[in-house]
């Protein structure tokens, strides 16, 4: 089974911290992304991936960056993190086209 | 702008009962469209449908697209109570890179 793994389920962030979310995936997934969830908008697309080093802006960028080094991992970063920013993010791979993404287990921000 | 519609927002209904879930699209370039399970944690995948009028099944769930109409239903059968969960839909676009926009989901509840 395809496995994606987010370092952490619950974080605590203080205002201005920088915070990191790690998402790493087991399949050679080629494409990644990150999406938040948030009540009554649905899953948004912040960054996504489809290669190492390589990224695109999603729907919802401002605020994020992202980083993939190596083709498993993809992590997400809140340079400067906000109220805003509470949320709960997705980490998502697929293989390409006219395929389904898998889900890391999410991660519940909250930004004091 | 491309937008997935899905209705209704919440359903609550009791154990047994048969429940339809609608999806309406606008995306450009359609590829594929997907729908998702979402319990307390990440979405799992159902179905993907790309053409039209083929359902699929898988127990008691089953799934139907209309491509000329944009639309797509998640029917359910004799429903159970781990039936419960936000239903998911997404629509995969051939432009961009292999990105799915999400609806915002129907919250279904099953009371025994």
């Known amino acids: 089974d395809v496995k994606v793994t987010q370092s952490s389920r619950y974080l605590v962030k203080r205002t201005g911290e920088k915070v990191f979310l790690e998402c790493v995936q087991d399949m050679d997934h080629e494409n990644m992304f990150w999406y938040r969830q948030d009540p009554g908008l649905g899953l948004r697309l912040i960054y996504f991936?489809?290669?190492?080093?390589?990224?695109e802006k999603g729907d919802i960028p401002e605020g994020y960056s992202v980083s993939r080094e190596k083709k498993e991992r993809f992590s997400l970063i809140l340079e400067s993190a906000s109220t805003n920013q509470t949320s709960m993010y997705l980490c998502?791979?697929?293989?390409?086209?006219?395929?389904?993404?898998?889900f890391g287990q999410g991660t519940r921000l909250t930004v004091v | 702008e491309d937008k997935v519609v899905q209705s209704p927002l919440s359903l609550v209904v009791h154990e047994g009962d048969t429940v339809t879930l609608n999806c309406s699209y606008e995306?450009?370039?359609?590829?594929?469209l997907l729908w998702y399970k979402q319990e307390k944690k990440a979405p799992t995948f159902l179905f993907m449908l790309t053409s039209s009028g083929i359902e699929k099944k898988s127990g008691r769930l089953s799934s139907i697209l209309d491509k000329k109409e944009l639309f797509s239903i998640l029917n359910i059968t004799a429903t159970q109570t781990g039936d419960s969960a936000v239903y998911l839909c997404?629509?995969?676009?051939?432009?961009?890179?292999?990105?799915?926009?999400f609806g915002t989901g129907t919250r279904l509840t099953v009371i025994p």
């Open positions: 995306v450009t370039n359609f590829r594929s």
């Open positions: 998502a791979s697929k293989v390409g086209l006219n395929t389904e993404a898998f």
């Open positions: 991936s489809y290669d190492v080093k390589m990224k």
């Open positions: 997404a629509v995969g676009s051939r432009t961009g890179a292999n990105n799915l926009f």
